[in-house]
């Protein structure tokens, strides 16, 4: 598995593809899931039968517009992670980068690598989070349309609640203001950007001291504010696995896609698989250390 793009390599694919920029796919699976299980990575949890992070390289690894993918992971789950690529043969997928402890350290490994592969300023860039494990083809399509015309957009749901933006009156919480209910939306991913406006939004970011976006539209929309972020349609289904009463929900969702009877409510079969490749991958480590 190569560790990262090279300049070179980027040319000579510029050259081979009619498509006037590279559409890269940067998916992020770093995080240690504190809310679902700290002993199972949720990213290699099965879902439907296949790990969380499968299904999202895949909604990217087999849309015909997406030229490369990074996939950025922790330590933890580093070994696994290559191993599911070289076993279901994602070919679009370029490296794997260590990501950090916050989802902003994860999209800044990412970024700096593509700025040493020298990646053109007009490339798309998809930022999207592995634990959205069923996000559909037409928002991808929708991320990568919007950049024509957009620097910068991002996939969003129409909310069917009514919002209520809050301050704080001593130790309550009070109604600040309630936006029209046409005019909110569900952040979801992919956010999309041109590389150029993301990198130059982290740049000006980063002389912050306060800075500590929970997403990377957050960035742009606070460091470059005069740069318009494109909704494009979401879905019900792209939502965020985040603990383990997500789980039957992910297990419906999936079998409708696959045609596979859903997980049992209660049935420990995913967990135990996720447990079974971790102890798989120790097992090889160790037995690599012996060899030494």
Not at 1 to 7: C, D, E, K, S
Not at 123 to 151: M, N, T, W, Y
Not at 185 to 208: C, G, H, M, S, V
């Amino acid at each position: 598995m190569p560790l990262g793009f090279t300049v070179e390599s980027m040319t000579e694919r510029e050259q081979r593809q009619a498509q006037s920029a590279p559409v890269v796919a940067v998916v992020l699976a770093a995080g240690f899931g504190t809310r679902f299980d700290e002993s199972n990575p949720k990213q290699l949890v099965s879902v439907g039968g296949k790990p969380i992070v499968c299904w999202s390289i895949e909604a990217f690894e087999n849309n015909p517009r997406v030229s490369d993918i990074i996939v950025v992971v922790n330590a933890r789950v580093n070994d696994m992670v290559n191993a599911l690529i070289d076993e279901n043969g994602y070919g679009k997928v370029r490296a794997i980068v260590p990501g950090g402890e916050e989802r902003v350290d994860s999209t800044l490994a990412a970024l700096d690598l593509l700025k040493q592969a020298g990646i053109p300023a007009d490339a798309k860039i998809l930022i999207h989070d592995s634990v959205r494990p069923f996000v559909a083809q037409p928002s991808i399509d929708g991320c990568i349309d919007a950049l024509d015309r957009f620097e910068a957009a991002t996939v969003a749901f129409a909310s069917t609640d009514t919002v209520l933006l809050t301050e704080d009156l001593g130790d309550r919480k009070v109604v600040r203001a309630v936006p029209d209910r046409p005019d909110t939306f569900r952040a979801q991913t992919p956010q999309a950007f041109r590389f150029d406006t993301i990198n130059k939004a982290y740049e000006l970011a980063a002389a912050d001291p306060g800075f500590h976006p929970t997403d990377d539209t957050r960035v742009v929309v606070d460091y470059l504010p005069d740069t318009p972020v494109a909704i494009v349609e979401g879905s019900e289904t792209n939502f965020k696995i985040t603990t383990q009463a997500d789980m039957p929900i992910a297990e419906g969702i999936a079998a409708k896609l696959t045609g596979r009877p859903a997980a049992i409510a209660g049935d420990d079969t995913a967990k135990q698989e996720a447990k079974a490749r971790m102890r798989a991958v120790f097992a090889e480590a160790a037995a690599e250390m012996h060899r030494r």
